[in-house]
Nanobody, 115 residues
Framework: QVQLVESGGGLVQPGGSLRLSCVAS?????????MGWYRQAPGKQRELVAT???????NYVDSVKGRFTISRDNAKNTVYLQMNNLEPEDTAVYYC????????WGQGTQVTVSS
């Protein structure tokens, strides 16, 4: 079992920055998990934003490349999403995700980019 708790969302102006955090807990060692961030904007399907494997291999959706950075701290059981140069199109609920035998999701954190 894995429990995921996100934090760090909020309201930011276009061009601003936010850092999301996701703390994992439970019976599965965080260090072996591939972790991901998804987002879901109103009226749209949930989309994968970024992933980081246990070995540190990283992938991003094209729309965030060069602006977002995913990282992990295995000592803190935490995965981060640093979001820079935010755009109104980044407005969404952001979810932390992992999959170990089954899917695990956090409760989500709202990110709103607006002037």
């Amino acid at each position: 079992q894995v429990q995921l708790v996100e934090s760090g969302g909020g309201l930011v102006q276009p061009g601003g920055s936010l850092r999301l955090s996701c703390v994992a807990s439970g019976s599965i060692a965080f260090s072996i998990l591939t972790m991901g961030w998804y987002r879901q904007a109103p009226g749209k399907q949930r989309e994968l934003v970024a992933t980081i494997t246990s070995l540190g291999n990283i992938n991003y959706v094209d729309s965030v490349k060069g602006r977002f950075t995913i990282s992990r701290d295995n000592a803190k059981n935490t995965v981060y999403l640093q979001m820079n140069n935010l755009e109104p199109e980044d407005t969404a609920v952001y979810y932390c995700y992992t999959n170990y035998i089954r899917e695990y999701w956090g409760q989500g954190t709202q990110v709103t980019v607006s002037s």
